[in-house]
């Protein structure tokens, strides 16, 4: 078997003296959707937030061949790490063209940025329309594809995204995550979602982590969390 | 109506020196998100150096092109040393207050170890002036003109056209999301400010044959070019030139025609522009608002 597009194993991850995450071991193959579910204050932004080297972490990632303890989101950048934040962060007062462009910024040399532009704009049709506008004055669901589109713009090698469903109308939500699935059948784009809408990630995800007070409490095959009656009170509220 | 266009003209002249600063003022703004008040005085500190330098016998434009290139070096070591420290990506209050003690630190240096004397710098432009019938336009006034105009493209094109300026306006607008894409934001930083000294550098040395070479050289032209950006709006380059001349043609109307004003109210004046134009339009002449949505 191929090695993992990613494997973190963090021994220790928070915010000053606060420990957040505890001897977390996650991995996600070449191709695959993992959802990584949990309530409010599990930890799975910080987990997302240690891969990428914006929350210091005792322990090692590593993608593909290469092996390293995360310590600025720069380089995890060019290591191929791809970070839809939570909350989007986009850039409101660039173009959405200028914040697509701007994805792009860790890679090197001559880029033909049209063609890496032309393919996302055609996975999101709404972009193209907007391409001059301001990202700060697109709907939510706009800007959330948005933050995904200028994300593959890095081309990464797995990309993290963080509550893409938060505030947004449940059929946007069902759109977003088919896009996302689309991406992943097409492109083979590995993932790592996080998600408080179960549903809908465990719906497109192969695989599912349940975080609970900054450790695993479960992990198995996407279908069978979802089927099983008694993960789906305990942990997903369902 | 001779007088009108000669006063014109000197507001015009005066206005060019006053866009000069307040570019630089723009640039550190665009590339960093604060602001720096010890702009002035890092500027003085480069005339200075320039000074010095033809004062040991170099010629003119070598010597301004070495302080503009100390000009970078010192900002960027600045940024790294002194800024770096108090850096804080939502709260710029450290940042400013940290320019003030610089705006101190670097009036007293410059006098231990220059002088305290007031100096005079010669001019890269041709003396004499355009007769336009009466009126006359002073060709340093032209010169300055062209140099501001051509830096004003410059800055607007690399803000505008490279992937450079796109990855300093990235990293003022979301420095954490620049970070994950890889855009290296202390670099940005950085770079934002070696250039805005150099800018200052340029412009202070552009300047200094009307306002001669002293500490306080640039003291009472920082608060107009401040006043230059405001109108213009912060963010805009060709806000700051048109700013600039504004402020300046203003002056020397209110202070020529306006009788209890003189020269010692103008400073009131400028005041009284920045406090109307707030009031009016929030953003300045050529300013955009925030497209952030609360
Ligand atoms: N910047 C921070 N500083 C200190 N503590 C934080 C910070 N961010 C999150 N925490 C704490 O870390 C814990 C996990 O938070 P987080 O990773 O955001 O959880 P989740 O994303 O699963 O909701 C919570 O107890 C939260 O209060
Ligand atoms: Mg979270």
Known sequence: MSAPALRARIEAAGYGRLMVLRDVEIHVSEGEVVALLGANGAGKTTLLRAISGLVRMRGTVDLGSASVTPKSPERMARLGVGHVPQGRGTFPNLTVHENLVAGAAARRGRLDLKADIERWTTVFPRLAERMQQNAGQLSGGEQQMLAVARALMGRPRVLLLDEPSLGLAPAVVHELFDKLAELNRDLGTAMLVVEQNATAALRVAHRGVVLEAGRVALAGAADELRDDQRVRQAYLGL | MELFSQRLVDGLSSGCIYAALALAIVLVFRAT?????????????????????????????????????????????????????VEDSRDHLPVIIVTLGLLLALDSLAGGLFTVDTETLGSPFPSGSWHIGQVLVPYSSIGLFVVISALSGLMWFTFHRTRLGLAMRASVDNPESARLLGIRRSRMLMIGWGAAAALGALAAALVAPQTYVYTGMLQGVLLYAFTAATLGGFDSPAGAVVGGLLVGVLQTMVSGYVGFVGNDLSLMTALVVIIVVLMLKPTGLFGRPDSRRL
């Open chain 2, 33 to 85: 998100g604060t602001l720096n008040l010890a702009q002035g005085e890092m500027a003085m500190f480069c005339c200075f150096l320039i000074w010095k330098l033809t004062d040991l016998g170099w010629p003119l434009i070598p010597a301004i092109l070495a302080g503009v290139v100390a000009g970078f070096v010192g900002g960027a070591a600045i940024e790294r040393v002194i800024i770096r420290p």
